[in-house]
Structures are given as C-alpha cells and as structure tokens.
C-alpha cells in the first residue's frame, strides 16, 4: 500500500500544480480603462494567444516571435504581449519599439500577418511617429 501511496501522492500534487494561480505576462487582461494590466492564467493565456495567432493566420509560435514590420519592409519592433479586453478577446499586441525604450499598444485592427524572408510576422500602415504616439504599454507592478 505505500507504494501506491507516493505515486498517487506525486500524481495529486502535479494535478494542484497545474490548477494553481500560475501566471504569465505574455497575455494580460486590460481590467477598466487606464487600469494597469494585470496578467492571466498560463491556460487563458495560452488560448488567448493561439486564438489570435490562428485569427491572423499564424500559429502560436509565429506570434510570439513575430516582429512587427511597417509596409515597406522597414523593421519597427517585436511582439512582446497581447492585451486582452473584459470579453477575452485581444485588443492589442504590446510592441516593443524598434531602438527605443518604448512598448506600446497597437490595435490588433491595425496589424496583419506577413510572409516575409521565410518568416511569418506582423505588418502595420502605421507609421513610426504614429507608433510612438500610441498608449504606452504600463506592466502591473
């Protein structure tokens, strides 16, 4: 009987890991206007970011290594997070701009994939003055 006891012990203890307030900040959840993000569950964010990459054509791996790339070719950033809005959808990609200390909320609207030196990633109209000019992105302290 305790041999049994320390498999189903180990077994019971991974199960509570798993369904444990573990978070990430790859995915945050944007709580009320101007509100610091907060960050979500390893699970919401996993399937928070796989939707949005399927949405756009990418899978979850060329999101989260995507570069965001303006509409002549010109590297603007990376993709450093997706902001979640209060119905779970994504609202924003956080990206880190390009020779700045700057991360900003661009509009998922205003970003489309891209095939681009055998690389999927993201492209915008924006331009870099634009970019600047958006919200930047604040962490949850």
């Known amino acids: 009987m305790n041999r049994l006891l320390l498999p189903v012990a180990a077994s019971l ?10 978070t990430t900040d790859d995915v945050v959840q944007q709580p ?7 960050p979500v569950s390893e699970n919401r964010a996993a399937t ?6 399927v949405a756009m054509g990418m899978t979850r791996d060329q999101l989260e290594d995507a570069d965001l790339f303006s509409s002549t070719r010109v590297k603007l950033g990376e993709v450093e997070s997706i902001v979640l809005g209060p119905d779970g959808q ?3 990609l956080v990206i ?3 020779d700045s200390d700057l991360d900003v909320l661009v509009p998922i609207g205003d970003v ?5 030196e055998g690389d999927v990633d993201v492209t915008t ?14 962490p949850a302290a």
């Open 90 to 92: 994504a609202t924003h």
């Open 13 to 22: 203890g991974l199960a509570l890991a798993a369904c444990g307030n573990n």
């Open 48 to 53: 928070a970011t796989t939707q949005t990459a």
């Open 125 to 138: 109209d924006l331009t870099v003055e634009q970019l600047r000019a958006l919200p930047q992105h604040r």
């Open 96 to 98: 880190d701009l390009e």
């Open 32 to 38: 009320a206007e101007g509100a610091a993000p907060v």
């Open 112 to 116: 489309r994939s891209i095939n681009y």
